[in-house]
């Protein structure tokens, strides 16, 4: 099988997508699952600090909004593997240096320095292989041959996979084997994605790619430009970065709340995840079948309605397995509407600017979690159940209008599939 791609064929065919998508894929993700949520098990194990904790899991994000217009860049003019290749690598070895820091550090200042720089390199470093993985998952959207929503599906249950396993095993190695354990585990994976991304895709992206941006204001203003252009993906943006700043507010908040609120251990932290994660692979596979059905809108519309109605009753859970339990509500209506928008972006966003503009998305997407996780810094830990409230009304505020005005646009319809 070949991919066509402007005026002729490839010579490269299409790598087989268990090899050449699925597993580096796989091998990242678990990394970013264990980084994303074990480093703010991390910083509150080693500071017990909520205050400390909020502020790592903004250091955490607020650094890879600054990478991601320079990673789309990059992927767009080098390929997806070198990017790829490159950051996995580059995060397995801070993550390892940090690793001996931390067991050559008593408790103290050089301790908590520590933790957070590793909250901000890793957290940049994991936006490049993020950048590079999804454009290759476009890619495969357009010239494998599979309808793209099975292909974002499969992806998405990665993730999902990724993040049912990350969390439980980041707080279970934690407990058990110190910070050691846990961040070496990471490298792992981190080598293991670095190891085994297929050099053909980079070759074969670069190839096709011709009138790709230079740098990393060329590649904002172009994303800007052709996310202007497509209306029905702005909307969908829309909404769903005003919900992120929701489900921001609540990754931050919940380790504070679990351990200090409801008296459970790191571990306890790490199985809410994992629950959340399972829930969220049953939405996965429920909403690839309901959109081949139903189209993508109302999928989207009633994975928003499921969304927002957790959030919304999150105020009335007192209890770990109540929380436990909408939060996993809340995470499967967020991979329904995870599941629309990469189906949607995938045949609408020109080849040409996909790096891009993906990261143009993803920015905007993302923008709001280092918020959140100043907001838990300076809301006081007794006041965070009262800030999730305000945070649940603006995210069913947002969603509703923005699937409003979707109703009405091209793109989310079965005719359009």
Not at 333 to 361: C, H, K, N, Q, Y
């Amino acid at each position: 099988m070949r991919v066509r791609t402007g005026n002729g064929p490839s010579r490269w065919p299409v790598p087989p997508l268990l090899h050449g998508i699925y597993l580096p894929r796989s091998m990242d993700a678990a990394a970013f699952a264990m980084t994303t949520y074990g480093i703010p098990l991390l910083v509150l194990a080693t500071t017990h600090s909520a205050t400390l904790t909020g502020l790592a899991f903004a250091l955490e994000w607020a650094p890879r909004l600054m990478a991601f217009a320079a990673a789309g860049a990059l992927v767009d003019r080098h390929g997806t593997t070198r990017v790829f290749r490159l950051a996995a690598t580059a995060r397995a070895t801070l993550v390892l240096a940090a690793a001996l820091l931390l067991q050559a550090q008593t408790d103290g200042p050089g301790e908590t320095i520590t933790v957070m720089m590793l909250a901000a390199g890793s957290g940049v470093l994991t936006e490049f292989s993020y950048i590079a993985a999804e454009t290759a998952g476009g890619l495969a959207s357009r010239t494998d041959g599979t309808p793209a929503h099975r292909v974002q599906s499969v992806l998405l249950g990665i993730d999902q996979t990724a993040t049912l396993a990350g969390p439980a095993l980041a707080g279970l190695l934690l407990n058990h084997t110190g910070a050691t354990g846990m961040l070496a585990a990471a490298a792992a994976f981190s080598l293991l994605a670095a190891a085994l991304a297929p050099p053909r895709i980079a070759r074969r992206h670069t190839d096709q790619l011709t009138t790709s941006p230079t740098t990393a204001h060329q590649g904002l203003r172009t994303g800007w430009q052709t996310l202007r252009s497509l209306p029905t993906l702005g909307w969908l943006v829309a909404g769903l970065t005003l919900s992120n700043l929701a489900i921001g507010f609540l990754q931050a908040a919940v380790p504070v709340i679990v351990v200090q609120e409801f008296g459970q251990s790191s571990a306890g932290v790490g199985l809410l995840w994992s629950a959340a994660a399972a829930a969220s692979l049953i939405a996965v596979a429920l909403c690839r079948r309901a959109i081949d059905r139903y189209g993508m809108w109302p999928v989207g519309a009633v994975s928003a309605a499921i969304a927002a109605s957790a959030f919304l009753a999150l105020s009335l859970a007192h209890t770990y397995a109540a929380y436990l339990a909408l939060i996993a509500v809340v995470m499967a209506g967020e991979s329904g509407m995870t599941v629309v928008l990469r189906t949607l972006r995938s045949p609408l966003i020109p080849a040409d600017v996909f790096g891009s503009t993906l990261a143009l998305t993803i920015l905007l997407l993302l923008l709001p979690f280092p918020i959140a996780g100043l907001l838990v810094a300076v809301v006081p830990s007794g006041q965070l159940g009262h800030a999730i409230s305000v945070c649940a009304v603006l995210q069913a505020v947002g969603l509703a209008t923005a699937f409003t005005r979707l109703r009405t646009l091209p793109g989310l319809h079965p005719s359009a599939l």
